[in-house]
Nanobody
Framework: VQLVESGGGLVQPGGSLRLSCAAS????????IGWVRQAPGKGLEWVSD????????NYADSVKGRVSISRDNAKNTVYLQMNSLKPEDTAVYYC???????????WGQGTQVTVSS
């Protein structure tokens, strides 16, 4: 099982980034996929998730209206489009796969997002 995040980087306030999470080794479409972040010196914060058949998306209040999650089950990939980025969005962003019935949980290694002028 593998989850590989990409797309992080340094961006100015107000800018945009698109994170990707490429999955392998499990039946991707059966899993909720979410994004969780960890800012420097802080705990994990759930950001967003999407269910397997793409009928439901959820967002934290801190990112609602600025972030959009999507998935392509044919490519085993989930995307997080982040717009109007703020310095407080600076964090390591982790991809998480969760099976609601089996309880399986998989994590990626994270990708750094830094919002700074």
């Amino acid at each position: 099982v593998q989850l590989v995040e990409s797309g992080g980087g340094l961006v100015q306030p107000g800018g945009s980034l698109r994170l990707s999470c490429a999955a392998s080794g499990f039946t991707f479409s059966n899993y909720y996929i979410g994004w969780v972040r960890q800012a420097p010196g802080k705990g994990l914060e759930w950001v967003s998730d999407i269910n397997g058949d793409v009928t439901r998306t959820n967002y934290a209040d801190s990112v609602k209206g600025r972030v959009s999650i999507s998935r392509d089950n044919a490519k085993n990939t989930v995307y997080l489009q982040m717009n109007s980025l703020k310095p407080e969005d600076t964090a390591v962003y982790y991809c998480n796969a969760h099976h609601a019935i089996l309880g399986d949980d998989y994590w990626g290694q994270g990708t750094q997002v830094t919002v700074s002028s």
